[in-house]
């Protein structure tokens, strides 16, 4: 069963296609077609523990968005976050292509969280940021330069197509590139795919 609920987003017309390609990178980088790993995973926010990967990695290893003093992390569980950002402007799922379950997709004002189901609870498997009114931990934000993403974040980066790929952990962080400016930002959970 699919459930839809749209609504007005802050995406110009140009950049939809380039917003889904990117999210279903996303969901196919952080599980499709890869077997289930185990693990367990707390949620990030304020209150809460830091999230865990399956192998371990605790959130001061991973990449992580904050958006309004809520910490949000690949691998968290996606319950608490969810709670403590409060409703989404949008919702939408379908059944898991990787895991025994529902995807679930929540849109914010200015970012998406994309979730998968694994032990029986949803994880977070990707964070896309939307538009230039949130940022990274270090300040990156769409519309930012090439120059200004190697400056926060290095040069030890992966070229994935126009995308550079900073890998922190079992995280993923990725700013796509259009024209040398930055036009999409992920956070990936990394299942090894």
């Not at 890869?34 to 367990?40: D, Q």
């Not at 990695?57 to 910490?71: C, E, G, I, P, R």
Request: with cysteine; net charge negative; hydrophobic share 40%.
């Amino acid at each position: 069963m699919m459930q839809m609920n749209q609504s007005k987003t802050n995406i110009s017309g140009k950049h939809w296609p380039l917003l889904i390609i990117l999210i279903i990178c996303g969901l196919v980088i952080s599980g499709c077609g890869s077997a289930a790993t185990s693990g367990t995973a707390e949620a990030p926010s304020g209150t809460g523990q830091p999230a865990t990967t399956p192998n371990g990695d605790a959130a001061d290893d991973l990449f992580t968005f904050t958006y309004q003093s809520v910490k949000i992390a690949p691998f968290a569980l996606a319950d608490q976050v969810i709670d403590d950002l409060g409703e989404a402007m949008s919702y939408f799922e379908a059944e898991s292509c990787a895991f025994a379950g529902l995807d679930k997709i929540y849109t914010y004002s200015s970012f998406e969280i994309s979730t998968v189901p694994e032990g029986g609870e949803d994880h977070i498997s990707l964070i896309v940021l939307l538009d230039d009114t949130v940022a990274t931990e270090e300040g990156i934000r769409i519309g930012s330069t090439r120059e200004d993403v190697i400056e926060a974040y290095g040069d030890e980066y992966e070229l994935q197509g126009t995308a550079l790929a900073y890998h922190r952990g079992e995280s993923i962080l990725l700013f796509l590139m259009e024209e040398d400016m930055v036009a999409a930002i992920e956070y990936v959970a990394d299942y090894g795919v």
